[in-house]
């Protein structure tokens, strides 16, 4: 299947709402289910984790060669955030169906770096550290710029993470933030700067992606993905003191971050995914002692 083929299959089957009854790949009270309905924390999460895989050379080139991205950044980005809010909220037979088809494509990216080495979207190392830094970034992102999660919610994440992880045909997903450190630790010798990354950033501070909102607070956005980097890694690629996220950038992310938490929009996947299993469209937004009732009652 080929990438435009992709997208108008995407357009033409995405439904949350049924078939009524029909489970998630993970269950409503996972922590998944909790954050992927912030639109915040999944902005600057899904940066972070762009950011941290084109470090990898060999990702880099399989993106930038082989998609829609050179033409259509933004596009191909809601493209992907609506795969992952499918693999979180859909019917576990129409995410299947979807990420199985994601597979397909993979599997036609191959090719070699500018410095020569060969690379296959498939290669189990590459597709561990995508899935890997997808989970790390939606995580941080919310913890710092939503809520403060405890350390047994962000263990349950990364774990619940590996079910998602696998469908994507990764297989040594990191159970724990410190099982994550390690996997970043051994592939951080192959990271590298590069324009690319910069050009990233640009398209991100630019406003493309949602026109309405002002300027200044995509600039905000891409700082605070470069924030969620460690300050090693940050440096090794040369992301400098222009990306440093000031105070007033944090207060005014954290406040559109709660609002966001609290916003309840019917026709969001959380809401309609929640409506299909039989729970209130606002069940995400109720307090986790009512989220408890409905689950066992």
């Not at 980005?77 to 994601?102: D, H």
């Not at 590459?126 to 970034?137: I, Q, R």
Request: proline share 7%; with cysteine.
């Amino acid at each position: 299947m080929q990438q435009r083929e992709l997208e108008n299959y995407l357009g033409t089957i995405i439904d949350f709402s049924s078939p009524v009854g029909e489970p998630a790949l993970l269950p409503p009270d996972s922590v998944q289910w909790r954050i992927y309905k912030n639109p915040i924390a999944l902005g600057i999460g899904g940066i972070a984790a762009v950011l941290l895989e084109f470090a990898e050379p060999r990702i880099r080139s399989g993106v930038w060669d082989h998609s829609t991205y050179k033409a259509d950044p933004i596009g191909r980005a809601r493209r992907t955030g609506l795969v992952a809010m499918l693999a979180c909220y859909g019917p576990a037979s129409t995410a299947k169906e979807v990420i199985g088809k994601v597979n397909r494509l993979h599997g036609e990216v191959k090719g070699s770096t500018p410095a020569g080495e060969k690379y296959r979207a498939l290669d189990p190392i590459l597709l561990d550290w995508v899935a890997a830094t997808a989970s790390y970034g939606f995580l941080m992102a919310y913890d710092r710029f939503v809520h403060p999660l405890c350390a047994a919610d962000k263990d349950r994440f990364m774990r619940d993470g590996d079910m998602i992880g696998r469908e994507f045909g990764a297989r040594h997903a990191p159970p724990t933030l410190d099982a994550f450190m390690v996997m970043m630790a051994q592939l951080e010798p192959r990271f590298e700067p590069h324009p690319i990354l910069l050009e990233f950033l640009d398209i991100i501070q630019s406003g493309r992606a949602a026109p309405g909102a002002p300027r200044f607070l995509h600039r905000a956005i891409a700082r605070a993905a470069v924030s969620l980097l460690p300050g090693h890694v940050r440096q090794r690629l040369e992301l400098g003191g222009q990306y440093d996220l000031g105070r007033l950038d944090r207060l005014m992310l954290r406040t559109a971050g709660r609002l966001a938490d609290r916003r309840v929009d019917r026709t969001s996947p959380a809401c309609q995914a929640s409506e299909r299993l039989g729970f209130p469209h606002d069940f995400l937004f109720r307090s986790r002692m009512q989220q408890t009732r409905m689950l066992v009652g």
